[in-house]
């Protein structure tokens, strides 16, 4: 079974932190995505990678970069945390673009910025 | 950007059939989409449809695509206590990423 693993559960930060939220995956997947999950706002796109130290924007990037350094791993930077960046953080991967493949997610890490 | 739109919340009783509707405004739309969300999980795919397809069909599942409204239905049938969770409708434009909607909750009561 493909395993999308996100490395917190929870984490609670001060406004002005920086902040790493790190992914791995171990399937090989050339494609790996950063969403955000807000009540009443479904899932929103803030980056995402179609390989390594490749880097898209998605529709809600300001304020986040990422890092995509080895293909298992993509890391997403709060460079200066927020209150407005609490918010329920998913992370996805696919095996590679031009296909049909299923995202595949991990189970979420819940930010609260204080 | 393009958009995606679903109802919100929808409720039934165990051993009724559930109805999620979807629509969405891409013409360009390659695959359609949805998804599972159970209380603190992420997103599992449930099922997809191509979309030069009308109808899928995947045991309890029935997934209905209208091309001409841009209208994506999901039915439950038999929907039991295990059904309840949050269900995303997204599409794929092209073979890029994925735009979801809001999700709608659905909550099954005995």
């Known amino acids: 079974d493909v395993k999308v693993t996100q490395s917190s559960r929870y984490l609670v930060k001060r406004t002005g932190e920086k902040v ?3 992914c791995v995956q171990d399937m090989d997947h050339e494609n790996m995505f950063w969403y955000r ?3 009443g706002l479904g899932l929103r796109l803030i980056y995402f990678s179609y390989d390594v130290k490749m880097k898209e924007k998605g529709d809600i990037p300001e304020g986040y970069s990422v890092s995509r350094e080895k293909k298992e791993r993509f890391s997403l930077i709060l460079e200066s945390a927020s209150t407005n960046q609490t918010s329920m953080y998913l992370c996805a991967s696919r095996v590679r673009l031009a296909t049909n493949e299923k995202l595949f997610f991990g189970s979420g890490t819940q930010l609260s910025v204080l | ?6 109802s919100l919340f929808l409720s039934v009783r165990e051993g009724d059939s559930s109805v999620i509707n979807c629509t969405y ?4 739309s390659t ?6 969300q159970e209380p603190g999980a992420g997103l599992q795919l449930l099922t997809y449809i191509f979309s030069n397809m009308d109808m899928k069909q995947d045991q309890r599942l029935t997934v209905l695509l209208n091309k001409k409204d841009k209208h994506l239905s999901l039915r439950i049938a038999d929907t039991q206590t295990g059904d309840s ?3 995303f409708c997204a ?3 092209g073979y890029s990423t994925l735009t979801f909607g809001k999700g709608t909750m659905l909550l099954v009561s005995p």
């Open chain 1, 20 to 22: 790493f939220l790190e």
């Open chain 1, 37 to 39: 999950q807000d009540p």
């Open chain 2, 31 to 36: 695959y359609l989409y949805w998804y599972k």
């Open chain 2, 1 to 6: 950007g393009e958009d995606v739109e679903q």
């Open chain 2, 25 to 28: 405004t891409d013409s360009s």
């Open chain 2, 91 to 93: 599409e794929l434009e």
């Open chain 2, 85 to 87: 969770a949050i269900y």
